[in-house]
């Protein structure tokens, strides 16, 4: 079964770090081009980061670029997105998601709450 | 960078038909797009790619009833015979090499 299985999210102090996972199963990781989206509560779809198949390229949203850092493990079917100087305004559900054209594998999501 | 533009909300009765609008801001109206669908509580689900000839390719296991169709820089999701469980969020999304951006989502409401 082709799955995304994000996790590491919690509360955090305004300032503060996390890094998420997303562990892949199902296809060849190392193929596909994968990102970062985010939904805050109520909120609709924001797109956040993307990384290459081989993680040599990256790119991320205004909002983010400077404090939050994508990186992939293609031997450990891993993709990670660490996340510092964290604000209230990242408060989201973040999912990681497949891509080839569209996005068509999403994770189920993991909740990061910046709070003090 | 093209912007997706979705009416907020949409309703429509049990076992009818509904038809949903992404429309793609000035200079990108050639963009292919795809349509997600979110039920309340779940992660978004992946229901198409729709070029601007109207061509469209459905995810796995996505129902018959959902098809796509497209009009110069509109692009729109149709849902035939309604059921309870396509009560949900519908966003559209279309990207470049760097980017991807994420329409604002119609809430569809099965009446």
């Known amino acids: 079964e082709v799955q995304l299985v994000e996790s590491g999210g919690g509360l955090v102090q305004p300032g503060g770090s996390l890094r998420l996972s997303c562990a892949a199963s199902?296809?060849?990781?190392?193929?596909?081009?994968m990102h970062w989206v985010r939904q805050a509560p109520g909120k609709g779809l924001v797109w956040v980061s993307r990384?290459?198949?081989?993680?040599?390229?990256?790119s991320y949203a205004d909002s983010v670029k400077g404090r939050f850092t994508i990186s992939r493990d293609n031997a450990k079917n891993t993709l990670y997105l660490q996340m510092n100087s964290l604000r209230a305004e990242d408060t989201a559900v973040y999912y990681c998601?497949?891509?080839?054209?569209?996005?068509?594998?999403w994770g189920q999501g993991t909740m990061v709450t910046v709070s003090s | 960078q093209p912007v997706l533009t979705q009416s907020s909300s949409a309703s429509a009765s049990l076992g009818s038909s509904v038809k949903l609008t992404c429309t793609l801001s000035s200079g990108h109206s050639s963009y292919i797009i795809a349509w997600h669908q979110q039920q309340p509580g779940k992660a978004p689900r992946y229901l198409m790619k729709?070029?601007?000839?109207?061509?469209?390719n459905k995810g796995s296991g996505v129902p018959d009833r959902f098809s796509g169709s497209s009009s110069g820089a509109d692009r729109y999701l149709t849902i035939s015979n309604l059921q309870s469980e396509d009560e949900a969020d519908y966003y559209c999304?279309?990207?470049?090499?760097?980017?991807?951006?994420f329409g604002g989502g119609t809430k569809l409401t099965v009446l």
């Open positions: 199902g296809f060849t990781f190392s193929s596909y081009w």
């Open positions: 999304e279309t990207w470049d090499s760097n980017t991807r951006v």
């Open positions: 998601a497949r891509v080839r054209g569209p996005a068509d594998i």
């Open positions: 990384i290459n198949s081989d993680g040599s390229s990256t």
């Open positions: 729709l070029e601007g000839s109207g061509s469209y």
